[in-house]
């Protein structure tokens, strides 16, 4: 059995007990304490569910890779400036 904390609530429940049952929302699976959570989750889930960040990397064909422009992926933010030559003294 597995624990999981309704998105409601707060409460850690086991998923084969689940008291007020499960919903999907954006093919993701909620469980939750009592129905009266579940039904508030049905009213407003964006209220509930917690913002999806995508994750700074990518994997392809089993290689791990930073996303470009994530920190350590080499890309242009991290590129030298280009050289300044108007601020350096003539040479004759």
């Known amino acids: ?8 609530c707060g409460m850690t429940i086991e998923t084969a007990t689940a008291a007020g049952g499960r919903a999907e929302h954006e093919s993701q ?8 959570c ?3 989750f049905k009213e407003e889930p964006e209220r509930f ?10 994997v ?5 890779a930073p996303k470009f422009g994530s920190a350590g992926s080499g890309g242009l933010e991290h ?3 280009p050289e300044r030559h108007d601020d350096r003294p003539e040479r004759r």
């Open 1 to 8: 059995m597995s624990q999981v904390t309704d998105p409601v």
């Open 29 to 36: 699976r909620f469980y939750f304490c009592s129905d009266s």
């Open 38 to 40: 579940r039904r508030a």
């Open 49 to 58: 569910v917690p913002e999806r960040h995508e994750a700074p990397y990518t």
């Open 60 to 64: 392809k064909g089993g290689v791990t």
């Open 79 to 81: 590129d030298p400036l």
